[in-house]
């Protein structure tokens, strides 16, 4: 099998002391935290889109990398040398996941058959790749927003020609999906969504998102796909509204439509960034409602107001989301999937994995902070004593529904004063500085 990395090794931990940048300096994979070695709290994986296909393209100029494996004219061939260079990628940085789009693994062609053909076969060499490696499959998913037919979206289309069409798109996915033994399958809208009113009927899209949506979950069962299902929350762009905007409306768009069981969500940071929330947020409110499933590890820079996918370097957000995934008592069947393209002026081949090492150095120690931050119940013993009027008298009656507002009424009317407490923001914020500026 040709070698499509030959002057890199594998990368292994040096410690923080090591100058290489070659080296890990806090991903030590088997180092165990909480009763778990690091690479089964964090389940690194690899995009597929990102690392292997991406060259560096954007709306003002073309491409800028020159990648070996996307060099051949034969689209088989071209296939089979993409998933060879990605495992070949994936054993030197030592992960042990990948994630993928259909069109990611073969591009598509003339027909909708002789796609599903040449998916058959590539998915042949990736199988035989996994066996051999042992690499396994996060997730899957579909690649509805790119083809000109999608042009006003899939599932939410006003086209039903459409609609069908991004239905046997997902179908096979599944199926594939299940093939490879994915953990899990990702619902990302794309172009779920609007420019203007004056033309949508929105009514139609949201049911027929809906109907979309319990599609997957009826051919779920029917194939016996025992991964987790996963939406994937994104506002504006390409779209200007998008119907997954956050994860608070799709969660409500989930109940309204008697979906809430069977998906979770798959928190993006630079999605977070978009909607103007943080990435804490997102996972936060997604923890709180039992719906966090995984994420796509990145970060988006604050003076542009696009998705710039960029690899995640940021410390505070890292310490910040695994505190969140650490409450979560994990991720479950989901990971951190990076969801991250190197810079368009970063073209070389060593650059895809001097980014990888950012990024997961970045998380690594990010986990190890968290830990200690829970550990020592930083925040949990300051949020307990805040909110201690709650435990007891007028505050364990309100929680517990035993009083209305005669009765709270009729008890501020006999309450001589109200005192309230400093909420300590600028303490507890320099506390885990120190947390972040003194971790060994």
């Known amino acids: 099998m040709k070698e499509y990395f030959p002057e890199i090794k594998e990368i292994k931990y040096e410690g923080p002391e090591s100058k290489n940048v070659m080296a890990f300096k806090y991903y030590n994979k ?16 690899m995009s597929y889109w990102h690392t292997l296909k991406a060259q560096g393209l954007d709306m003002f100029g073309g491409d800028t990398m020159d990648r070996a494996w996307n060099r051949y004219d034969d689209a088989l061939e071209q296939a089979k040398a993409r998933a060879d260079a990605g495992f070949e990628f994936m054993q030197k940085i030592g992960m042990d996941y990948f994630c993928f ?11 909708l058959k002789e796609t599903n053909r040449l998916l058959d076969e590539i998915v042949d060499h990736l199988e035989g790749l996994m066996k051999k490696t042992g690499i396994k499959l996060l997730w899957g998913t579909t690649n509805a927003f790119s083809h000109p037919r999608f042009l ?36 990302w809208g794309g172009r779920e969504g609007y420019e203007t009113l004056l033309n949508t009927k929105s009514d139609l899209e949201y049911d027929n998102f809906a109907r979309f949506l319990q599609m997957v979950v009826d051919y779920k069962e029917k194939i016996g796909f025992e991964g987790q299902l996963l939406i994937e929350p994104k506002p504006k762009e390409p779209t200007k509204h998008q119907y997954d905007f956050d994860t608070a409306t799709v969660l409500g768009f989930l109940r309204k439509y008697n979906l809430d069981k069977h998906y979770k969500m798959n928190i993006e940071a ?59 008592n994990g991720l479950g069947k989901g990971g951190l999937n990076f969801d991250a393209k190197v810079r368009r002026g970063s073209f070389e081949d060593k650059d895809l994995f001097l980014a990888y090492i950012a990024g997961m150095d970045t998380f690594a120690k990010g ?52 005192k309230n407490t400093s909420g300590r923001q600028e303490m507890l914020e320099s506390i885990l500085n120190s947390y972040i500026l003194e971790a060994k």
């Open 270 to 328: 630079n999605h977070a960034t978009l909607a103007g929330h943080t990435f804490q947020h997102e996972l936060n409110l997604a923890r709180i409602n039992n719906v966090m499933g995984s994420i796509d590890a990145n970060q988006g820079d604050m003076l542009l107001g696009w998705d710039t996918d960029q690899f995640p370097t940021n410390i505070y957000d890292a310490v910040l989301a695994m505190y969140e995934v650490i409450k979560n």
């Open 101 to 111: 789009h259909d069109r990611d693994i073969i591009n598509e062609a003339m027909t």
């Open 367 to 418: 986990l190890t902070i968290a830990y200690r931050l829970y550990e020592d119940k930083v925040f949990e013993d300051f949020q307990d004593k805040r909110y201690e009027s709650y435990k007891t008298g007028i505050g364990k009656d309100i929680v517990e529904g035993k009083v209305g507002f005669e009765e709270l009424a009729e008890y501020v009317e006999n309450l001589a004063e109200i």
């Open 30 to 45: 088997d180092e165990v935290i909480g009763g778990k070695p690091m690479r089964e709290h964090l389940k690194f994986a």
């Open 152 to 187: 006003h979206g899939g599932a939410t289309a006003p086209n039903a020609d459409v609609f069908a069409y991004a239905a046997a798109q997902v179908k096979k996915a599944m199926e594939i999906t299940k093939r490879l033994g994915g953990e899990n399958y990702v619902l």
